[in-house]
């Protein structure tokens, strides 16, 4: 699939120089981008309320009446827009390793060594229409688009062209991020250093099993980066509970719901509900 290169990589502002005319719907002084792709909805608008319905039955402790008192929100489907990244990387490591001697004294040797990585899908929502946890949930959490279980947006996506008949009552979300903002937006070239520092420290102690160590340090060098702009499909709906309306999303090619949801009372409801937060934060944080 075709990337559009990032260089240089790293910039004060936004880098048109690429784009070409038609990248562009200008109005007034400020561009709108324009996607590249998109996965077109396969899931009708009919089958949303069926599918939550048999989602709200499948929770785990559920309020004893919520199912009588439910009332489903009517569903309305959006194009929202992600950019995808692919980055390669390469990372050199450094530690020093001690060996104990017959004289119980430890002796630190040095070891370094290199090692690369391609990151292929990093994706993430360039609108702030929906709430950003359950966005992550539906595409990262759930796998909600791509039926390879081991990538997040599926291989074949449609060509995207502006005026072309493509969608019927669809809402297609404006892009609020421009690349460079999207790319900061999970955290950017610092958390690919997390990332590959975690990944340093597994190769250094698989390869060498080190009895003990210090002074373990890496360097990551981002050699190339590439994006896109992909619309997916989005049914938003939710349901009104009590005195709350829970908001719900339903991939609209795979038909995966996610929501927010009520929990029953008593004890074993706020654990649950504290689990649930729990969980929530780390998905968040792993974004």
């Known amino acids: 699939m075709p990337f559009v290169d990032d260089a240089p990589v790293y910039q004060d502002e936004c880098d048109y120089t690429d784009a070409t005319e038609e990248d562009f719907v200008v109005v007034g002084r400020a561009p709108v981008i324009i996607p590249d792709y998109y996965i077109p909805f396969t ?20 309020p004893s009446d919520l199912n009588e008192k439910k009332e489903i929100v009517d569903p309305h489907p959006h194009y ?20 104990t001697n017959g004289k119980k004294e430890v002796q630190w040797n040095a070891l370094e060594g290199n090692f690369s990585s391609l990151y292929e899908q990093l994706a993430v929502c360039a609108s702030s229409e929906f709430h950003p946890r359950l966005v992550d949930m539906l595409l990262n959490g759930q796998k909600g688009f791509s039926m390879n279980t081991d990538k997040v947006i599926p291989s074949e996506p449609l060509r995207y062209k502006p005026n072309a008949n493509h969608q019927g009552e669809e809402t297609v979300l404006s892009t609020d991020l421009n690349h460079l903002e999207a790319f900061e937006q999970f955290g950017g070239a610092q958390q690919i250093s997390k990332w590959e ?21 890496s360097e990551t060098q981002i050699l190339s980066k590439k994006h896109y702009l992909i619309l997916l499909p989005i049914f938003k709906s939710g349901f009104s509970y009590g005195a709350k309306t829970y908001e719900v999303l339903i991939s609209g090619n795979k038909g995966v719901v996610v929501g927010n949801r009520p929990f029953g009372t008593g004890i074993i409801g706020k654990v649950c509900m504290d689990a649930f937060n729990t969980v929530s934060t780390m998905v968040g944080e792993s974004i």
Not at 52 to 59: E, F, Y
Not at 81 to 97: D, I, L, M
Not at 198 to 209: E, G, N
């Open 43 to 62: 899931q009708r608008k009919e089958s949303c309320k069926p599918l939550i319905s048999h989602w709200l039955t499948n929770i785990w402790f559920p």
């Open 80 to 99: 929202v827009p992600f950019y995808v990244f692919s980055v390669k990387t390469q990372t050199h490591w450094r530690a020093e390793v001690g060996t």
């Open 197 to 217: 520092k975690k990944s340093a420290q597994k190769i250094f102690k698989d390869q060498h099993k080190p009895e003990q160590f210090q002074n373990f340090t």
